[in-house]
């Protein structure tokens, strides 16, 4: 009972009916825009954690 690709050809036709080309052209850049800044903001935030738990280890040993 999932969706085959006739079924998903006509909701696609039916969006393009309803809010036209231009419109949906705008919202995919918009999405995809938020889905880029979304995955550069995870990898800077990967990239910054190990230097933070180094100077934490680093704290650790030279006040204990």
Avoid: C, W, Y
Avoid at 39 to 56: C, F, I, M, T
């Amino acid at each position: 009972m999932g969706f085959s690709i006739p079924h998903l050809l006509v909701v696609l036709a039916i969006a393009v009916l309803v809010f036209g080309t231009k419109r949906l052209r705008n919202m995919g850049e918009d999405l995809g825009g938020a889905i880029k800044g979304f995955r550069k903001a995870l990898k800077d935030g990967e990239e910054s954690s190990p230097e933070s738990s180094k100077q934490n280890d680093n704290n650790d040993t030279q006040t204990g």
